[in-house]
């Protein structure tokens, strides 16, 4: 009996040692290769553009004068309105100074004694009475005694306020009746038969501009209408706050339209560049920069770039790309550096 129990769990055990001496099962499975990600790409091509700068200005008359009084008297007689056109030579205002008028009664009186004392002394001369040294006096005292009239009635003329040109009365500065300084404002004068624009430019760009040059001048007032323009001058030194050069344009038709005071853009369409342009989505900025994902080798690669502005339809990228390059329009937002990358057809 104890033989059976002996053999009875030598028999049990078995089984079991033989459970623990097989090898252990692996589940490993072999790494698989990555998925190239499919992206769509754009080929880079070489294009000459034309690339727009906006300035802002001024619309400005052509001629502007402020009549101003020729001496200390009374404003007494403003003869226009604001807003009415004057003609050249037209009188527009009067001024009267008492101390004018006496000094100019004085000159007449003087003048009048002058003549009368030259006119006897030329006949008693012809007697021979006097000396020829007398008549010379009399003939002196003639002359100092014109001059001296002929500039009473410049000044008494001169209180008489006249448009220098045909325009408008843009501004009265004073009324009738005031007491006015010299040189004191009175009213101001322009000439809108041909306005011209003045426009700020900045000095690193001023190098390029000339006499001569064309712009385009869009009038937002007149529901941004086109007007084409020539440059006239250019600024010949720089304003020391904006460090910008003023320049300016002559409209060649359509003048009558524009008014003093209205804000206008200038584009100058000169500026030509080569480079590539893209979408200005494609262009991304990090910390170290801007660039584009291409493809290279099958792999997305990051391209530093260098823009030089916008154009028309995009960035204009000046260096960092190369004809035929591979530059990445989809598919961005699922790739890094280095990410293989299948492209697909469009």
Same mark, same amino acid.
């Given at each position: 009996?104890?033989?059976?129990?002996?053999?009875?769990?030598?028999?049990?055990?078995?089984?079991?040692?033989?459970?623990?001496?097989?090898?252990?099962?692996?589940?490993?499975?072999?790494?698989?290769?990555?998925?190239?990600?499919?992206?769509?790409?754009?080929?880079?091509?070489?294009?000459?553009?034309?690339?727009?700068?906006?300035?802002?200005?001024?619309?400005?008359?052509?001629?502007?004068t402020l009549l101003t009084a020729p001496y200390p008297g009374t404003l007494k007689n403003i003869r226009v309105r604001e807003g009415e056109r004057v003609a050249a030579e037209q009188t527009v205002a009067e001024t009267f100074s008492q101390s004018v008028d006496s000094r100019y009664d004085a000159a007449v009186a003087t003048l009048k004694r002058a003549?009368?004392?030259?006119?006897?002394?030329?006949?008693?001369?012809?007697?021979?009475?006097?000396?020829?040294?007398?008549?010379?006096?009399?003939?002196?005292? =003639?002359?100092?005694?014109?001059?001296?009239?002929?500039?009473?009635?410049?000044?008494?003329?001169?209180?008489?306020?006249?448009?220098?040109?045909?325009?408008?009365?843009?501004?009265?500065?004073?009324?009738?009746?005031?007491? =006015?300084?010299?040189?004191?404002?009175?009213?101001?004068?322009?000439?809108? !038969?041909?306005?011209?624009?003045?426009?700020?430019?900045?000095?690193?760009?001023?190098?390029?501009?000339?006499? *001569?040059? !064309?712009?385009?001048?869009?009038?937002?007032?007149?529901?941004?209408?086109?007007?084409?323009?020539?440059?006239?001058?250019? *600024?010949?030194?720089?304003?020391?706050?904006?460090?910008?050069?003023?320049?300016?344009?002559? =409209? !060649?038709?359509?003048?009558?339209?524009?008014?003093?005071?209205?804000?206008?853009?200038?584009?100058?369409?000169?500026?030509?560049?080569?480079?590539?342009?893209?979408?200005?989505?494609?262009?991304?900025?990090?910390?170290?920069?801007?660039?584009?994902?291409?493809?290279?080798?099958?792999?997305?690669?990051?391209?530093?770039?260098?823009?030089?502005?916008?154009?028309?339809?995009?960035?204009?990228?000046?260096?960092?790309?190369?004809?035929?390059?591979?530059?990445?329009?989809?598919?961005?937002?699922?790739?890094?550096?280095?990410?293989?990358?299948?492209?697909?057809?469009?």
């Amino acid at each position: 009996m104890k033989r059976l129990l002996k053999y009875g769990w030598f028999g049990l055990l078995l089984p079991l040692s033989a459970c623990t001496e097989q090898p252990a099962l692996n589940f490993k499975h072999k790494p698989q290769p990555p998925q190239p990600v499919p992206v769509c790409v754009l080929v880079a091509e070489p294009t000459a553009v034309v690339r727009q700068t906006a300035y802002v200005g001024n619309v400005e008359a052509a001629k502007s004068t402020l009549l101003t009084a020729p001496y200390p008297g009374t404003l007494k007689n403003i003869r226009v309105r604001e807003g009415e056109r004057v003609a050249a030579e037209q009188t527009v205002a009067e001024t009267f100074s008492q101390s004018v008028d006496s000094r100019y009664d004085a000159a007449v009186a003087t003048l009048k004694r002058a003549r009368d004392t030259y006119r006897r002394a030329k006949q008693v001369h012809k007697t021979g009475s006097i000396s020829d040294a007398k008549m010379v006096e009399a003939e002196t005292a =003639l002359h100092q005694a014109e001059a001296l009239e002929k500039a009473a009635a410049q000044a008494r003329q001169d209180g008489r306020l006249k448009a220098p040109f045909d325009g408008v009365v843009d501004e009265i500065m004073a009324d009738d009746g005031v007491e =006015l300084a010299f040189g004191q404002p009175v009213m101001r004068i322009l000439d809108l !038969s041909n306005v011209e624009i003045r426009f700020p430019v900045p000095e690193k760009e001023i190098g390029r501009w000339r006499t *001569g040059d !064309s712009v385009y001048i869009v009038i937002p007032a007149l529901d941004d209408r086109l007007f084409q323009a020539c440059v006239t001058t250019t *600024g010949l030194s720089a304003s020391t706050v904006s460090h910008t050069y003023i320049c300016t344009a002559r =409209l !060649s038709d359509s003048a009558a339209l524009l008014k003093p005071g209205m804000v206008c853009k200038v584009y100058d369409r000169r500026l030509t560049d080569s480079g590539f342009v893209l979408p200005a989505e494609l262009v991304e900025r990090d910390a170290q920069g801007t660039y584009v994902w291409v493809v290279e080798s099958g792999r997305a690669r990051k391209r530093a770039v260098r823009t030089a502005g916008f154009s028309g339809s995009g960035i204009l990228i000046r260096e960092g790309l190369r004809t035929g390059d591979d530059v990445i329009t989809d598919g961005r937002r699922k790739i890094s550096e280095g990410s293989i990358v299948e492209i697909k057809a469009l």
